[in-house]
C-alpha cells in the first residue's frame, strides 16, 4: 500500500496526547511518514519517538504545567462555572487559531492525506469542512455524544431506568447546555462567520462524531452506557495505550512485590494533582499500617516531600510508574477516576476505588459503579477512614474482582491497532 502522510494533533494534556502515541508510533513502523500538531511541551516525546513536531504558531499554550500559572483560578472553579470556564477558555478559544495553523501546515510544509486528532480537538470540524482530508478522531475518555438513552454529560449520573427519569435528564441536558454553552457557541459561531462558514445549530458534544470520517472510541461497549442511537460512526477500539519501549522503564523494587499481603497503586492524575491532600496523602495515611504494599504515582509533584513523610519499607513514591508493567502484580487501583489508567486496569483485571469529580472524573467513576468493577466514594476529597473502610470492602468482596475479570476477557479479544488500521487503510466498513 502506498504510503501516508499522517498528521497527528491533540490537545496540551497527557491524557489527551499520550493514547495517540500508540497509534502514531503503529502507522510510522508501516512506513507512513507521521508527524504531530501540538504544544512545545511535548516536543521531547515526540524527538524519543521520532516524530516531527509542528508546533503552535498562533494558538495559546495552555497546558497541564502553566494552566494554574495562566488562570490561578482555575482550582478555585467547580461545578457549572467550571464546565463553562473550561469551554471558553481551554477548548473554544483556541479553534481558529488551531485551524490557520494546521492550514498552513497543509499548504506549505506538508500536505497530509489522513488527519487524525482527539475529540477535544474541535478545529476538527473546520478542517473536514474546508480541507476535506479525512479526519479519524480517538476518543481516550468516555463517550460524551448527546444520547436519548444517556444522562446529561459531566454530572456523575447513571442512565435512568424509567420514562420520567430520562424525561428528567433530557431537561437537564438542556438546562444545562443552555448555562454553559450560550455565550460560547456565540464566539463560536461569530469565528466560523470570520471563516465564511454558517453557523452551527446542533450540539456541542456532538461536533467530534458528527464531523469525522471515522470515530475510534477507547475501550468496549460493555464499559458505556448502551445507546439505540449510537452514531455509525463510532468504532470501539478496547484499550488504547500509549507507545511503550519494553526498556522505558524498570521497577526498582521486584523483590518487594512478594512481601506484602496486598499490592495497591495509588494516582491522583496529571492535572487535578496539585493538592495531594485530596487523594494521595488521605490514602497513605489509611493504609501506611497495613501489610499492604503502597506504590505511589505522583506525576512530578512533590514527590521529594511525599517520600521524606511516608519513608516507610512498604511504600513506594515515584513520580512515574509503568502501570502497564505494575497492575499486572496489583490488587487494588485507588484513582480519582482518569479514563486511561481505568481502562488500562480494567485490562489487568483489577478493581478500582475512585474518588474524583473534576475533569469529567465523575461521569467515568459513575460507569464504574454502574458496572460493579469498583467503588466511587462520590467526592474528590475522601477520608482516611472512608478509604480504609472501602478498601478493606473491596478486598473481601469478590464482586468487584470478579466484574473487573469479565470486562478483562472481553478487552483481551480486541487488537486495537488492527482494528483502526483496518478501518482508516482498508475503509472498512
Not at 229 to 256: C, H, I, M, Q
Request: with cysteine; proline share 5%.
Amino acid at each position: 500500500m502506498t504510503p501516508k502522510k499522517i498528521l497527528f494533533a491533540t490537545m496540551p494534556m497527557d491524557g489527551h496526547f499520550n493514547p495517540l502515541t500508540g497509534i502514531a508510533m503503529h502507522f510510522k513502523a508501516k512506513g507512513h511518514d507521521v508527524r504531530w500538531y501540538c504544544s512545545q511541551t511535548y516536543e521531547e516525546k515526540l524527538q524519543k519517538l521520532g516524530i516531527p513536531l509542528y508546533s503552535y504558531k498562533r494558538a495559546r499554550d495552555v497546558n497541564s504545567q502553566n494552566i494554574h500559572i495562566l488562570y490561578p483560578e482555575f482550582s478555585e472553579l467547580k461545578g457549572i462555572k467550571k464546565l463553562k470556564f473550561d469551554f471558553e477558555k481551554i477548548f473554544l478559544e483556541n479553534i481558529e487559531n488551531h485551524y490557520i495553523d494546521i492550514k498552513e501546515i497543509y499548504e506549505t510544509e506538508f500536505e497530509f492525506d489522513l488527519f487524525f486528532c482527539d475529540s477535544a480537538f474541535y478545529a476538527l470540524q473546520i478542517i473536514n469542512e474546508k480541507i476535506g482530508k479525512p479526519v479519524c478522531v480517538v476518543n481516550p475518555g468516555p463517550m460524551l455524544e448527546i444520547s436519548r438513552d444517556t444522562p446529561p454529560n459531566f454530572i456523575g449520573l447513571t442512565p435512568a431506568r424509567t420514562i420520567v427519569g430520562k424525561k428528567l435528564h433530557q431537561l437537564m441536558r438542556i438546562f444545562m447546555d443552555k448555562i454553559i454553552f450560550t455565550d460560547g457557541m456565540k464566539l463560536y459561531n461569530n469565528m466560523r462567520k470570520s471563516q465564511d462558514l454558517p453557523s452551527y445549530n446542533g450540539s456541542f458534544w456532538d461536533i467530534s462524531a458528527d464531523y469525522s470520517t471515522l470515530f475510534f472510541q477507547s475501550g468496549i461497549p460493555e464499559f458505556e452506557y448502551f445507546r439505540s442511537d449510537l452514531n455509525p460512526k463510532v468504532k470501539f477500539t478496547g484499550a488504547l495505550l500509549p507507545f511503550k519501549k519494553v526498556s522505558d522503564y524498570r521497577f526498582k523494587y521486584p523483590e518487594k512485590l512478594k512481601l506484602y499481603e496486598k499490592v495497591i497503586l495509588i494516582s491522583q492524575g496529571t492535572i487535578d494533582n496539585k493538592d495531594q491532600n485530596k487523594l494521595i496523602i488521605p490514602a497513605l495515611e489509611a493504609l501506611k499500617d497495613k501489610n499492604y504494599l503502597l506504590l505511589v504515582a505522583t506525576g512530578n509533584i512533590n514527590t521529594d516531600e511525599l517520600r521524606k513523610k511516608y519513608n516507610l519499607p512498604n511504600i513506594i513514591i515515584e513520580d512515574f510508574i509503568d502501570f502497564d508493567f505494575i497492575l499486572d502484580f496489583t490488587d487494588l487501583y485507588i484513582t480519582n477516576g482518569g479514563y486511561g489508567g481505568v481502562i488500562l486496569s480494567l485490562s489487568k483485571g483489577i478493581p478500582i476505588l475512585t474518588a474524583g469529580i473534576t475533569e469529567g472524573k465523575n461521569d467515568i467513576n459513575a460507569r464504574i459503579r454502574y458496572y460493579k468493577v469498583g467503588i466511587d466514594l462520590k467526592t474528590e476529597n475522601p477520608s482516611s477512614d472512608k478509604i480504609r473502610i472501602k478498601t478493606e470492602e473491596m478486598l473481601v468482596n469478590k464482586t468487584f474482582k470478579d466484574n473487573a475479570s469479565r470486562l478483562q476477557s472481553i478487552l483481551r479479544n480486541y487488537n486495537t491497532m488492527k482494528i483502526i488500521e483496518d478501518y482508516v487503510l482498508e475503509d472498512k466498513k
